[in-house]
């Protein structure tokens, strides 16, 4: 199979993947359905990927096209979803899903709720939910591969943020990245 890896590198799932004797191309730019990259591949998974994938791309990859999120769906889809479901104290998690038109809200293959630890920073709990993941994906791929995952809807309502709108929160950062979780808690239900 020849699987198109959307988004940064990740290393564990391309050893992973190539592991099936797949073969595994990374792109991090912008694509669409003229881009030679799409050529001869069977299978996109999408990871960190930061541009919206034309309908074009999900019609033609249909059931073969899914992302690795995380955020405990429907919460925080789009942007930051680790930042804003401390911002927000909403579920925090992992959610693996198929593609669709939408942003983040394709049909759940699986999910998982990640707490956080009493001494996270923003970092250490990003750092876990990437993990948390990259383990979730490897334990489904098998399925996922041969198109026998079970898929359920997402539930109505959770939340949705852009890029642009953590800017008016940047200000509860004080140690950028590396800010205790415990300190922002909330704080986008306080002040917003």
């Known amino acids: 199979m020849n699987i198109l890896l959307l988004g940064s590198k990740c290393n564990n799932l391309y050893s992973f993947l190539k592991s099936y004797g797949d073969r595994v191309v990374f792109y991090e730019d912008k694509i669409d359905i003229h881009s030679p990259i799409l050529t001869h591949i069977d299978f996109i998974v999408s990871y960190g990927y930061r541009y919206m994938i034309p309908p074009s791309i999900i019609e033609k990859f249909n059931n073969k096209i899914i992302n690795l999120h995380i955020s405990y769906l429907p919460w925080n889809k789009g942007a930051d979803p680790n930042l804003w479901s401390f911002l927000e104290d ?59 995952v079970m898929r359920k809807p997402q539930s109505l309502g959770g939340s949705y943020h852009r890029l642009k709108d953590k800017e008016k929160y940047l200000n509860f950062l004080t140690d950028g990245w590396d800010t205790s979780v415990k300190d922002i808690i909330g704080k986008a239900k306080m002040n917003g």
């Open 90 to 148: 909403t579920p925090k998690g992992i959610t693996i899903h198929y593609i669709d038109n939408g942003l983040d809200t394709g049909d759940i293959i699986a999910q998982l709720k990640v707490p956080y630890k009493e001494n996270d920073t923003l970092k250490t709990s990003y750092d876990r939910l990437c993990q948390e993941i990259e383990r979730l994906f490897i334990e489904n791929w098998e399925l996922i591969r041969s198109g026998k």
